[in-house]
């Protein structure tokens, strides 16, 4: 299959051959200023082959952008995937890929120690009935348990 070149670095990437979960630098950004954002594509499922249930994922994204800022000042944001597969996460002035990897584990450690989940309610968030701190433990444990694995995108 030929692939036609996207204005998206994500769509640029051949799902078919990244192992899931991993952390991938997806790209650098550099202001008229010299403030440098960088973003990184967070793995949690392997592409076409798994993805994260719903009430999950948004309830993992609501733990992990609350949580994530305990750890970071220069966090600018954390995004699901549309596929369900993992997250983007973008830094400003920091781009350390060890620390990067330290913080998300200090974060997760946070949502495996969470009693509730943050903004889950018709208030603060768009669909308030779509939430499951459960799932999200259990993606998070999942995520952490192949924390050695993090650092390895592409099969060999």
Known sequence: MTKEKTNVESFDLDHTKVVAPYVRLAGV???????????????FKQP???HMEMPALHSLEHLMADRIRNH???????????????????????????????????TLKDVLAATSVPACNEVQCGWAASHSLEGA????????????????????
């Open 72 to 106: 970071s000042s220069q966090v600018i944001d954390l995004s699901p995937m549309g596929c369900q597969t993992g997250f983007y996460l973008s830094f400003i002035n920091h781009n350390d890929y060890d620390d990067v990897l330290n913080i998300l584990e200090n």
């Open 48 to 50: 076409n082959k798994a």
């Open 29 to 43: 950004k550099e202001g008229a200023k010299g403030d440098v954002v960088t973003k990184y594509d967070i793995r």
């Open 137 to 156: 433990q259990a993606l998070a444990k999942e995520f952490l348990e192949k924390r050695s694995e993090w650092h390895i995108v592409f099969a060999e």
